[in-house]
């Protein structure tokens, strides 16, 4: 049965431009190394999707209203539903030294910010530069090949997968539990000096809020531990044969993120 509009799925895609069969993003490492995106500081996995909500795509939005578990499909994207068509008054002519101390460095190809824009230098001369503000996908025709690994049900994996989107660590630093209309994440000594973590934990419970009904709170804890205790919790990690862990006093629904997976 496809996909209702709000429903969690994890996707595997690569999105290549259909007329030269560049790929532009992935989430598959094989094909990441195929292409110049590769990043080896990266966890490829599949993404966290909302089908129909505008998390990705329209026209990928649209074709996944239309998929089911374990569909593997080829989807076209015409530019009116990718990233739009190409606007000549989005390019501009600016004389060179606007672009400030280092403006007799820049070359065609270059992507710079000014006045709070993205631009792409196409031309120099004469003093001169054009800076192009359209994305650089716009009128290009995209084909996404996309694998339907599985939707999200249950309350334990949309908090895990939620959290998740909102901070991309490692698994085992983050852990939640919940019990009635009440979840607690706690966040370790180096999750909470994150820049912007506020703002992150917003986005957190506003998300959990949208997609799992029965909780009326969330609580964040900040965890800080000594260093003894550290690397005790490091050898333990490293000795585990099972990975689900004891089951916290709290609650009988204690999750590890590293969970359920």
């Given amino acids: 049965m496809p996909f209702d509009k709000g429903s969690l799925i ?17 989430t598959i490492e094989e ?25 990705v795509l329209k026209g990928l939005d649209e074709a996944l209203t239309e ?22 008054s989005k390019v501009r002519m600016i004389p060179q030294r606007k672009l400030g101390e280092k403006a007799n460095e820049i070359k065609v190809g270059d992507v710079v910010e000014l006045d709070d824009r993205t631009g792409v230098i196409r031309y120099i001369g004469s003093g001169r530069v054009q800076i192009d503000y359209n994305h650089r996908l716009a009128s290009r025709t995209l084909v996404y090949d996309v694998n339907i ?12 997968y939620l959290i998740k989107r909102r901070l991309p660590i490692e698994d085992e630093k983050i852990k939640f539990e919940y019990k009635d209309d009440e979840a607690v994440i706690e966040l370790s000594e180096d999750i909470s000096l994150l820049d912007g973590l506020q703002i992150i934990k917003k986005a957190v419970t506003s998300d959990i ?18 260093q003894k205790a550290k690397a005790s919790t490091s050898e333990t990690i490293l000795s585990k044969t099972s990975p689900r862990s004891a089951t916290s006093p709290r609650s009988q629904k204690a999750t590890s993120i590293s969970e359920n997976k």
């Fill in 149 to 160: 690994v599985k939707k999200i049900e249950s309350i334990d994996d949309k908090i895990k």
């Fill in 67 to 88: 998929t089911n578990v374990g569909d593997k499909r080829s989807i076209e994207i015409s530019p009116d539903k990718g990233f739009g068509e190409r606007d000549t």
């Fill in 31 to 55: 094909d990441a190394k195929k292409s110049s995106l590769y990043d080896p500081t990266r966890k490829y996995e599949p993404r966290l999707i909302s089908v129909g909500e505008g998390w």
């Fill in 10 to 26: 994890l996707l595997d895609y690569t999105a290549r431009i259909k007329d030269n069969g560049e790929i532009f993003e992935t």
């Fill in 209 to 226: 809020f949208k997609f799992v009904d029965s909780l009326n709170k969330i609580t964040f804890q900040d965890v800080y531990m000594s």
